[in-house]
């Protein structure tokens, strides 16, 4: 079993920054892909990023060229750096991994990005 921890979320007005945490209970994090999820009030939950093991990474076109995210291997953790945000960035948020053939989600964090 794995356990996620997400972390960070808040109020931010737009065109602010944010930085959100994923934690991992087992040092798994730097050679299992992770994504980092949204999911916004009655709407689907929606990719907005990945990593793979190897350290490639894919975005949602939404947030190409705003958001970044990266791992640190040393600290089991996986980041999404989000810049110039936008009111419609406002949702829950959840980092999301495979381990073992079985998906992990964590228990998401809320941004909310006032206009």
Known sequence: ?????????????AGGSLR???AASRSILSITPV?????APGKQRDVV?????GGNTNYADSVKGRFTISRDN??????LQMNSLKPEDTAVYY???VWLGKDYW??????????
């Open 1 to 13: 079993q794995v356990q996620l921890v997400e972390s960070g979320g808040g109020l931010v007005q």
């Open 20 to 22: 959100l945490s994923c």
């Open 35 to 39: 994504g980092w999820y949204r999911q």
């Open 49 to 53: 990023a990945r990593i793979t093991s």
């Open 74 to 79: 040393a600290k089991n953790t996986v980041y």
């Open 95 to 97: 980092c999301n991994t």
């Open 106 to 115: 964590g228990q998401g964090t809320q941004v909310t990005v006032s206009s």
